[in-house]
């Protein structure tokens, strides 16, 4: 069965310049079975109440300024599939999740930045979950969860966000190659053990238990996606961490897939 994957997708950069984490998407398509289509929960998309994508074709969402004219430049209009939309839409309101179909949304670059890379030739359709972020980690473990049978539809369910998230560093204007700060590592490493030991109680309880989690992650959403990934795996999810790397020294770019 397909497994569940969390990426970190990183600065809109990424569609163009080379990194470790680049190098790793461009291969990702690569380590998995091809899916049907792809379902993106993404940090970028947030409501107050859950909500998908049910375009027939995706518009691609610039939502991010000061960055170069190549980056505007990029399209990936992948199709869309309505009819998915509304059985996902369904399932949802079957698990107490009322869920609104957003025919007019397009993918943010949560979503199109790392399938620019993994699926180019943007062809599988593709549709987007959004975070509600005021409802945190427990709330998006069982959206994931309600979600899990799209598994054995040959769907891939992605959560796309960040393993850390403090974007207030970068006032700092840190090199890009900087070494790992000492906090970043102690938060990542904490959630990498939790996550390999599937101690999911920890997980939900991360804000309280986490070493430096508020300082890595001051608001929620980059790191809820890890949890609709984590929740569609199943009961039982076999998580294995596909790629780590650093960027600034400041965003782990960590990716796990969940078995």
Do not use: C
Not at 137 to 155: I, N, P, S, T
């Amino acid at each position: 069965m397909i497994p569940s994957v969390f990426i970190s997708h990183g600065s809109p950069m990424t569609a163009l310049v080379d990194s470790p984490a680049r190098r790793f998407l461009e291969g990702l398509g690569g380590l998995l079975p091809r899916p049907k289509a792809i379902l993106v929960a993404s940090a970028h998309w947030e409501t107050a109440a859950p909500a998908v994508t049910a375009a027939a074709r995706n518009t691609t969402i610039h939502d991010f300024f000061g960055f170069p004219p190549a980056l505007f430049a990029i399209e990936y209009n992948a199709p869309g599939d309505p009819a998915l939309a509304a059985q996902i839409a369904a399932t949802l309101g079957r698990f107490g999740l009322p869920t609104t179909l957003e025919p007019k949304r397009g993918l943010d670059h949560g979503a199109w930045v790392p399938l620019l890379l993994a699926y180019p030739e943007a062809e599988i359709p593709v549709l987007q979950l959004a975070v509600q972020t005021r409802l945190g980690a427990r709330h998006h473990l069982a959206m994931g969860a309600a979600l899990a049978a799209l598994r054995e539809d040959d769907v891939l369910v992605i959560g796309s966000g960040s393993f850390t998230h403090d974007l207030s560093r970068f006032r700092n204007r840190p090199d890009v190659d900087a070494p790992e700060a000492a906090d970043v590592t102690a938060f990542a490493t904490w959630m990498d053990e939790k996550i390999t030991a599937g101690d999911f109680a920890a997980l939900v309880d991360y804000r309280a238990r986490a070493p430096f989690a508020v300082k890595e992650h001051p608001t929620e959403e980059h790191l809820l996606p890890l949890y609709v990934a984590i929740g569609a795996a199943g009961p039982t999810p076999k998580p294995t961490r596909l790629h780590s790397s650093t960027e600034f020294g400041i965003l782990r770019m960590d990716t796990y897939a969940f078995g």
